[in-house]
C-alpha cells in the first residue's frame, strides 16, 4: 500500500474583526490568553497559503474549534476560508467542537470602549448543515447525532473523523455512538482500509498535571476508549482542545498500541501544526512539527509569533503568582486561562494563596539551602544563580507543558535544585499520601517532573511503530 501524507491541524479559533464593533480591533490589547485572538485571521491564511506550497500533502484534516465562541462573523468568514483552501487544490476535512457554537445563541465582541457587548453565534443545531462540504458531503457513513462520520481518503485510507461534543457537559460517545464505531471500523477493515481516526479532545491525558487541573477538558473514559481503538486496530488518533503539543500512548491488555497524537492550537502557544506520513507495509507513522515563526503584516513587536503567544499566555503565570497573594479574584479569572475553573480554584485557596506567596519571594539561593540534603549541588555551583528568581523558571517549566518536549539540563544547577524541591514537596506531603492519591496525585514529582524532562517518544516529531 502507497504511503499516505497529511496535514494535521486543530483549534483555529478564527475570530472575525466585525466583532470589534469599532471596526479597529488594532485599537484593543490582545487578551491573556492561550488562543491570539486577535491575529487569528492574518496566522490562518498564512498557514493556508504555506500548506499550498509544492510539496504539500494534499489532505487537510481540522479536528475542531474552527471559531472564537461559534460568532456568526467567525463562522462565515472561517467557512469561506476554508473554500477557497479546497479551491486551490486541498481535499480539507473537518469536525466541529465545544467553541463553535453557544446554545444561548451569543458570543462576545467589543465596542468602542473596549466593553464586551454580544454578538449573534451558532447553535449546535446550526452546525449540522454548515460545514458539509467538507464532512458529510463526501461521507460514506455520519451518525447524526453526534455528527461523526465515515470518508475515504485514498486508496486503502478511510477517515474516521468522530465529534465527542454531543451537547452534553462532558465530551465522549454515547451507546449509540460507540456501536456505529464499532460498524464502521468492521466496514473499513472488511474493505481493507487503514483508519485514520480524529477527534477533539485528547483521548489520553498528555500530562498528569493536565489530569488534574483539566480533568473534564478529557474524553471521558479515554484510557478505556484508546485501549478499545487499539484492539480494533486504530493504532493512531489526531487530537486537539487541550493546545498541547503532545504525543502519549497506551497498551490494550493485548498488547495492541493506540497513540495520541494532540497538536497544539494553531493561532495558540505554541503556533504549530503537524505533517504525518502513515506507511501500513512498515506498520509506521512518521510526525514532523511545522512552527509558524513569522507572518507577514502581524504585529509582534519585533518578536518570533512563538515567542509572542508565549509572553501573552505565560506572561501571565507571573500576574497569577502576584494575584493570588494580594487578589485572589483576578487569580481566579487569570487561572481559567488554564483551564482551572473558578470553583477549583476556590477550593484550592488555602493552598495556592500560601504556596503564591512563598514563591513570589523565592531565589534559588533560597531553594539550594532548604533542599541542600537533596539536590547534590555544591556551593561553588549554586553561585551563579544564587540569586536567580524562581517564577521566570517557573513560567519556563509550566511552558513546557505546552510545548511538550522538556529539555531542561539534567547536569544543571537549576534542574538539580528543582528535583531538590520536589524530593522535599513529597517527604512534606507524606502524611497526606491517601488524600493525593484520591485526587489522582501519586506524588508532586510525579506530576512535575515531565515538565523539566521528558524521555522517550518526542512530542513534535516521532516515528509511531505500532
Not at 494535521?8 to 488562543?35: C, L, M
Not at 457587548?117 to 458539509?132: I, S
Request: proline fraction near 6%.
Amino acid at each position: 500500500m502507497n504511503p499516505l501524507s497529511l496535514v494535521i491541524i486543530t483549534d483555529t479559533h478564527y475570530y472575525s474583526k466585525k466583532n470589534w464593533v469599532a471596526g479597529n480591533p488594532y485599537a484593543f490589547p490582545p487578551k491573556r490568553e492561550q488562543q491570539y485572538r486577535r491575529g487569528s485571521e492574518e496566522i490562518i491564511k498564512y498557514v493556508f497559503d504555506e500548506i499550498c506550497n509544492d510539496g504539500e500533502p494534499e489532505i487537510v484534516l481540522i479536528s475542531g474549534d474552527l471559531t472564537n465562541n461559534g460568532e456568526y462573523t467567525s463562522h462565515e468568514e472561517m467557512r469561506e476560508l476554508l473554500r477557497q483552501l479546497q479551491a486551490r487544490g486541498k481535499n480539507v476535512f473537518v469536525t466541529t467542537a465545544t467553541h463553535d457554537y453557544r446554545q444561548n445563541e451569543k458570543s462576545y465582541g467589543y465596542d468602542e470602549n473596549h466593553n464586551q457587548v454580544p454578538v449573534p453565534a451558532f447553535t449546535r443545531e446550526m452546525l449540522y448543515d454548515y460545514y458539509t462540504e467538507f464532512s458529510f458531503d463526501k461521507a460514506l457513513s455520519v451518525h447524526m447525532p453526534s455528527m461523526c462520520y465515515t470518508a475515504q481518503l485514498a486508496d486503502g485510507y478511510r477517515l474516521l473523523a468522530l465529534n465527542d461534543d454531543h451537547g452534553k457537559d462532558h465530551a465522549g460517545y454515547d451507546d449509540d455512538c460507540l456501536k456505529w464505531i464499532e460498524e464502521q471500523v468492521e466496514l473499513a477493515h472488511k474493505d481493507n482500509q487503514f483508519i485514520v481516526a480524529m477527534t477533539h479532545h485528547p483521548v489520553l491525558t498528555p500530562s498528569p498535571l493536565y489530569k488534574i487541573i483539566g480533568p473534564n477538558d478529557l474524553l471521558e473514559d479515554g484510557e478505556e476508549r484508546a485501549k478499545q481503538f487499539a484492539d480494533m486496530g486504530i493504532p493512531c488518533i489526531f487530537t486537539g482542545h487541550s493546545h498541547i503539543q503532545n504525543i502519549t500512548s497506551i497498551k490494550s491488555e493485548k498488547g495492541n498500541i493506540c497513540y495520541d497524537v494532540s497538536t497544539s492550537a494553531l493561532v495558540g502557544f505554541p503556533p504549530y501544526y503537524r505533517h504525518a506520513t502513515i506507511n501500513p507495509d512498515e506498520r509506521k507513522i512518521s510526525i514532523s512539527s511545522v512552527l509558524i515563526k513569522d507572518v507577514p503584516g502581524l504585529d509582534t513587536e519585533g518578536m518570533p509569533l512563538s515567542d509572542y503567544t508565549k509572553k501573552l499566555f505565560l506572561g501571565v503565570v507571573e500576574d497569577m503568582l502576584n494575584s493570588a497573594e494580594h487578589d485572589y479574584p483576578t487569580f481566579q479569572n487569570l487561572a481559567i486561562g488554564m483551564s482551572i475553573s473558578k470553583e477549583k480554584s476556590a477550593k484550592l485557596k488555602p493552598i495556592i494563596r500560601p504556596v503564591a506567596k512563598v514563591l513570589n519571594r523565592l531565589s534559588f539561593g533560597k531553594v539550594w539551602r532548604l533542599t541542600r540534603l537533596r539536590n547534590g549541588v555544591s556551593r561553588k555551583e549554586i553561585a551563579p544563580i544564587k540569586k536567580k528568581l524562581a517564577v521566570p523558571f517557573i513560567t519556563d517549566v509550566v511552558s513546557n507543558l505546552y510545548k511538550g518536549d522538556a529539555d531542561l539540563d539534567v547536569n544543571s544547577p537549576e534542574y538539580r535544585v528543582a528535583v531538590g524541591f520536589l524530593k522535599t514537596a513529597d517527604s512534606l506531603t507524606k502524611p497526606f499520601k491517601k488524600k493525593l492519591n484520591s485526587i489522582g496525585i501519586e506524588s508532586i514529582s510525579a506530576l512535575i517532573m515531565p515538565l523539566l524532562h521528558k524521555e522517550g517518544i518526542g512530542d513534535s516529531d516521532a516515528e509511531l511503530e505500532y
